[in-house]
């Protein structure tokens, strides 16, 4: 077997190894999903939600963080300015509906309505703006509390979201939580269901297991960890609050789990633009912060492209100069075409166990990340290629020079 043979064969081993790890990840959020257990472990949690500007079906995801199934928890909302069109939103949707605490009678006799408050944090000068909200609200937090999580004002989260985050902390090692999203297309067009789809092929690589990492829009932490790994003097020159938080818990050696029940939608309508911004600010974070995981999705993402058109391309010239082993060459742009969508099917089914109400808006984005995987996963590359250069990014109408995973600055608010 000369050269080519080899470099087939390796190929072959890489795709299966892709499957067997979507196929194992598939298994545990089905698994995890299909208990529903009542979260025993209930104690007292401070929720913190930074806003800015008003997300797609802002009221929706507000109004899905008042109504948790959850008897001890007070919550915060943080805006950068009273001019903050959220801040206005919020005080309005507050007023209109304030929240009532569920729970025994004892507890519903002293409350009436749940702690919740909206905090104006003022703006950053060395940190992103989403980071010195965190740190705001997190030095105002009651001194009762015992866990703090984390939440995005663009997703909306069922009434068991809080409840399912918290339980997992009962366990020592389990150093944070976490949950992901996952776009829920508000509009069909093509680079909306591009964006679900890419998304979803990173929510796939969560499972159990020591490559997770937590994501900030659906987070928690005991309090207790919180200040052990010194977190609050971690953030402030930092842009990444999820990426810097899992640094700081794996080197502590605890672990990172991911709860497949708060993988929660984001309503999303998306332009190739918006897209391409979106895909490379998210990849430039991965790269600075998480160096090795950018490298690892570089590496998959280029493999699957080689893989599937290099491998086409391989089979075509061995059977143009009648090669041996044809049947190996062609064999492999066919197993990393059936790859890709067995990974695509894998996660649209995990995807509609664990975010059933939402299961007719997902169909459409389901069947365009199976159909055209091959696609997506082209875009995938440009999108890996683009992070490899440069370190200025704009996020939330602000734009950050990424320095070093401990430096970053504030360009200028457009």
């Known amino acids: 077997m000369d050269w080519h043979g080899y470099i087939a064969w390796t190929a072959i081993l890489a795709q299966l190894l892709f499957v067997y ?234 672990k990172i789990t991911f709860v497949p029940e708060c993988l929660v939608a984001s309503y999303e309508s998306s332009t190739w633009a918006r897209l391409l911004e979106f895909g490379r600010r998210q990849l430039l974070i991965t790269r600075v912060y998480a160096p090795v995981t950018w490298w690892l999705g570089f590496l998959s993402s280029l493999g699957s492209v080689l893989g599937l058109w290099g491998g086409a391309v391989l089979a075509v010239y061995a059977a143009a100069v009648h090669a041996e082993h044809i049947v190996l060459y062609a064999a492999v742009p066919c197993l990393f075409l059936a790859g890709q969508i067995v990974r695509a099917v894998l996660r649209q089914l995990a995807a509609a166990q664990t975010l059933r109400p939402h299961a007719a808006q997902l169909l459409p984005a389901a069947l365009a990340d199976i159909l055209a995987c091959w696609l997506w996963s082209l875009v995938l590359l440009v999108l890996m290629v683009s992070s490899a250069v440069g370190r200025t990014i704009r996020w939330r109408g602000i734009r950050y020079r990424l320095v070093s995973p401990t430096q970053t600055l504030i360009l200028n608010d457009l």
């Open 21 to 254: 790890y979507a196929l194992r990840n598939y298994q545990y959020v089905r698994v995890k999903s299909a208990r529903r257990k009542e979260a025993v472990y209930r104690p007292r949690t401070t929720l913190i939600v930074p806003c800015k500007g008003l997300d797609t079906r802002f009221q929706s995801n507000i109004t899905s963080f008042l109504r948790q199934d959850y008897e001890d928890y007070c919550l915060f909302f943080v805006v950068e300015d009273e001019s903050d069109p959220a801040y206005r939103e919020l005080r309005a949707l507050l007023k209109a509906s304030p929240p009532c605490v569920p729970g025994d009678a004892a507890r519903d006799a002293q409350h009436t309505t749940r702690p919740v408050q909206i905090l104006v944090s003022g703006s950053s000068r060395s940190s992103s703006q989403k980071i010195h909200n965190l740190l705001y609200a997190c030095q105002r937090i009651p001194e009762d509390t015992e866990v703090i999580a984390f939440a995005d004002s663009d997703v909306c989260v069922p009434d068991h979201w809080l409840g399912r985050l918290v339980r997992p902390l009962r366990r020592p090692r389990c150093g944070v939580t976490t949950g992901y999203r996952w776009f829920v297309p508000v509009r069909n067009n093509p680079a909306t269901l591009a964006l679900s789809a890419l998304n979803g092929a990173v929510a796939q690589f969560l499972g159990n297991s020591p490559f997770n990492h937590a994501w900030g829009g659906s987070m928690a932490i005991r309090r207790a960890d919180f200040r052990r790994l010194n977190i609050a003097e971690v953030w402030p020159n930092t842009l990444s609050d999820d990426l810097s938080l899992s640094q700081a818990v794996k080197q502590a050696g605890m």
